[in-house]
């Protein structure tokens, strides 16, 4: 194999080069991505060797011993770990195998950040290898993009609120996250919906923000506040809470009074299509006025419920109140 050029890639659809490297803090992703080139590897050659390092314990020559040809032949894996805290000797043997990459060897690192080993990460990026971006899932659409496409890799239907509400219950945990979407395609079958969802995970999604989120925009006070009490009373955050309830209404603010098929204002918006059309649904019991009010009366809350306030309880009902009022004052 000859030496590929830098290149971006995501940890689903990386495939075997001379040098990788996966580049974040997010272990789950970095172990996919090495399993993803395992496994590709072994596709294209079964009886592949896999060798695994410490960079932290890295005793000067291994990798070069590693990397030399065999006299048997055959292509070999070399998985190392540990970059952020690589040793010296790992990182003058790395510097001096990037100037040449043995033919049959596919190395892949992993660096999880910081600042050590900024020499070899500069080199590797600057055309020495393929970069998997391993930076956690943040944002919610992040991780409904991910489910998303677990069961789309599984070649099972998911709807767009049994994806949505398995994201509320779960959590910002990858691995639980993606051992949930496991779950459900093994043990269920056919299209999945959000009642299955409820029926797995229900316990823990019964007043998650997003149902409380939901209730709010669509002008059930009442029930939005008995949702967002119960979540309060058996120890629910109130940040994520208001969090959820800020994604919700700014998907209202951004497709208000916008033109345009629905695929095309995704692209435009940074949203799925299913997102613009819940959003223009929810759009219509709005003003400009109204909007404009619990947008204020959401950011005060969210910097009470950080600490700017006494009673953070009473920040986040008000939020509530108002969004199921539509802004009505």
């Not at 899932?137 to 993009?145: F, N, P, Q, R, T």
């Not at 959820?244 to 998907?251: F, G, P, S, V, W």
Request: net charge neutral; hydrophobic share 45%; glycine share 8%.
């Amino acid at each position: 194999m000859s030496p590929s050029a830098s290149s971006a890639t995501s940890w689903r659809e990386v495939a075997p080069a001379p040098v990788i490297l996966l580049s974040g803090p997010e272990e789950y992703l970095a172990m996919r991505s090495f399993e993803a080139v395992r496994t590709r590897m072994r596709e294209l050659e079964p009886d592949v060797d896999t060798v695994r390092l410490d960079a932290a314990q890295y005793e000067a020559g291994a990798l070069i011993v590693l990397g030399s040809p065999s006299l048997f032949g055959g292509t070999k894996v070399i998985e190392a770990t540990g970059l952020s805290q690589m040793s010296d000797a790992f990182l003058q043997d790395a510097l001096a195998y990037l100037i040449d990459p043995a033919p049959d060897v596919v190395l892949v690192m992993h660096h999880s950040g910081g600042t050590r080993g900024k020499k070899l990460l500069d080199q590797l990026k600057a055309g020495k290898a393929t970069v998997v971006d391993c930076q956690p899932l943040k944002k919610d659409s992040e991780k409904i993009d991910f489910v998303s496409a677990e069961f789309r890799a599984a070649r099972r239907r998911a709807d767009p609120d049994a994806v949505r509400a398995l994201v509320a219950a779960v959590g910002s945990n990858l691995s639980e996250l993606a051992a949930s979407c496991q779950q459900l395609i093994s043990d269920t079958e056919g299209v999945l919906g959000a009642e299955t969802v409820e029926k797995y995970f229900g316990g823990r999604i019964e007043a998650t923000g997003f149902k409380v989120a939901d209730a709010a925009l669509a002008g059930r006070g009442g029930q939005a506040l008995a949702m967002l009490r119960h979540a309060l009373s058996t120890g629910a955050d109130p940040v994520p809470l208001v969090a959820a309830l800020a994604m919700k209404l700014r998907a209202v603010a951004k497709v208000y009074g916008v033109r345009g098929g629905s695929a095309q204002l995704a692209k435009e918006l940074g949203m799925a299509p299913w997102q613009v059309d819940q959003a223009r649904r929810e759009a219509q019991r709005w003003t400009p006025e109204g909007l404009n009010y619990c947008i204020q009366v959401l950011a005060e809350a969210d910097a009470q419920v950080k600490g700017e306030a006494r009673d953070p309880v009473y920040a986040v009902e008000r939020a509530v109140a108002a969004i199921s009022l539509g802004g009505i004052r």
